[in-house]
Each structure stands twice: as C-alpha cells, then as structure tokens.
C-alpha cells in the first residue's frame, strides 16, 4: 500500500534534488565553512520565507512570527497568546498549506540532512 504525503510534505517532495542542490548552492556560495553555510541558510530562509504564517505544534496552532539563527540553528519563533517559543526549523511542522519560500526550508532541511 502506497503511504500518502501530507499536502505539504507533497509540495516539498515535488522539488527534485537538482533544484535542492541548486538552492543549497545558492545560500552556500562563497562560504568557507559549517558557520558560514548555516549563516547563508538563515539569510536566505529570512529574506525568502512569508512570515507570519500558522501551523501547529503539539496539536496548537501557533503563528510563526520570525525566523533567526542561534548558536544550535536556524529556529522559527512560534507565538501562541502570550506565550512565545523558538522551535528548531528541523524540527518545526509546516501548514498544510505552505507559505511562499518553503523551499529554503526544505533546502536546509537537506543540506543539515
């Protein structure tokens, strides 16, 4: 039995690694090292990615106020009422319906693969 993608996990899947690898060599050009790639990663998922934008953590539904890089990674800052919370971009669930510039994420997501 075929296993079915979530929506998102499908527009993801439709770009082919060239066009990973060709967005990783994108964030990565000029670089000379690990901090130097994930600080062009940070830069271009910023510049890229449509923020604010919902999704759900844990079954919350969360709004993805900004992205910024920390000393572990490049985490989004999720906000619920008054509460707020940096959530590893490895790690953070996309909407069904994704916003424009996803495809860095799953760029990033690639290259720390």
Request: proline share 6%; hydrophobic share 45%.
């Amino acid at each position: 039995m075929a296993r079915r993608l979530a929506p998102t996990l499908a527009v993801v899947s439709e770009l082919s690694e060239a066009e990973l690898d060709a967005l990783i060599a994108q964030a990565t050009v000029d670089c000379y090292n690990e901090d130097e790639e994930l600080a062009g990663f940070a830069a271009m998922i910023e510049d890229n990615l449509a923020v604010p934008f919902e999704t759900t953590v844990l079954g919350v539904t969360v709004t993805v106020r900004k992205i910024s890089q920390t000393e572990s990674g490049i985490v989004a800052i999720c906000v619920h009422g008054k509460h707020r919370q940096a959530i590893p971009i490895l790690d953070l669930p996309l909407p069904d319906l994704p916003p424009q510039g996803v495809e860095w994420i799953a760029a990033y997501r690639r290259w720390a693969g």
